[in-house]
């Protein structure tokens, strides 16, 4: 299917250019040029997202510097800051969400999610990132959420991630558990070797999957 509302591949070179170049003006006005208003969760997964994986990928082979990675992000951080709204002020109460960012730093794709499930409705206790297995099983046996979302982005959180996830099943059973982030992107089968309930791949996805729980909650 063709999203009529996805910004054409022009735009993701010009972006990747501006990114690059840490040209922050240059990276806000195209995305302000090449998204429709009213789209910005399509702007930020056909766009933003692709253009930091391109980055990412060319920083793999040698050809960009952690710098301009680094840059690329945070440039990234301020445009979707700006585009991706509040929220409704007549959020949904229930299901109790939470979302944490386990152990590591990257802290992009968390935000994107907590900002698309907020404008959803959704009110959701924000954990904060680099949370350490201990800490997260501590606040979530606190507060009791009814669904945990978990961002990793490295490969080594994403495996520590099933204890945790363990000890929270053993204490919390009806706890759903959603994770996502760039290993569960890399492996399709990641999700279910470290015991979650499911994955969403984008931010729109994990939307859905929520409305989906809650709907099975009977909220
Ligand atoms: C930007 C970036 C950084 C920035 C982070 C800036 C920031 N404030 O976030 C900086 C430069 C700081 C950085 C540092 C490092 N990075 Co880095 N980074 C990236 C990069 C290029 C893009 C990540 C990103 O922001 N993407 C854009 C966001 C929007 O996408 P996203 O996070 O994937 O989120 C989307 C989905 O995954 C999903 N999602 C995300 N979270 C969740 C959660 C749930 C519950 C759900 C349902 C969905 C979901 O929805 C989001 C929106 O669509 C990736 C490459 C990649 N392919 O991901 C490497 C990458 C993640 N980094 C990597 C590495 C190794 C590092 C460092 C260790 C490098 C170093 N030697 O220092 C450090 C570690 C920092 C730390 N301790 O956390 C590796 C990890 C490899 C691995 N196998 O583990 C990657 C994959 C690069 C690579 N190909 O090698 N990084």
Not at 126 to 147: E, N, S
Not at 149 to 156: A, G, Q, Y
Not at 213 to 219: I, V
Request: hydrophobic residues 45%; charged residues 25%; proline residues 5%.
């Amino acid at each position: 299917m063709i999203d009529s509302a996805a910004p054409h591949s022009a735009s993701l070179t010009a972006m990747l250019e501006a990114l690059l170049a840490v040209d922050r003006v240059r990276a806000g006005r195209i995305v302000k040029d090449s998204c429709i208003p009213g789209s910005p969760v399509t702007c930020v997964e056909t766009l933003i997202v692709p253009a930091l994986e391109e980055i990412g990928r060319c920083w793999e082979d040698g050809t960009v510097a952690l710098s301009q990675v680094y840059m690329s992000g945070r440039i990234c951080e301020e445009i979707v800051d700006v585009m991706l709204p509040a929220g409704d002020p007549q959020r949904k109460g229930q299901p109790k969400l939470a979302i944490a960012v386990f152990e590591d730093h990257h802290t992009l794709g968390k935000r994107i999610v907590f900002s698309v499930l907020r404008a959803g409705g959704y009110e959701i206790t924000d954990y904060g990132h680099g949370v350490m297995a201990d800490d997260l099983v501590h606040m979530v046996l606190r507060d009791d959420p009814q669904i945990l979302l978990i961002s990793t982005l490295m490969l080594p959180s994403a495996l520590r991630a099933k204890e945790a996830i363990a000890r929270i099943r053993n204490e919390l059973p009806k706890t759903k558990v959603i994770v996502g982030g760039a290993p569960f992107n890399f492996d399709p089968s990641l999700w279910q070797e470290v015991g979650a309930d499911a994955m969403g791949r984008t931010a729109t996805e994990t939307l859905e999957i929520v409305n989906l729980f809650a709907r099975e909650m009977g909220q």
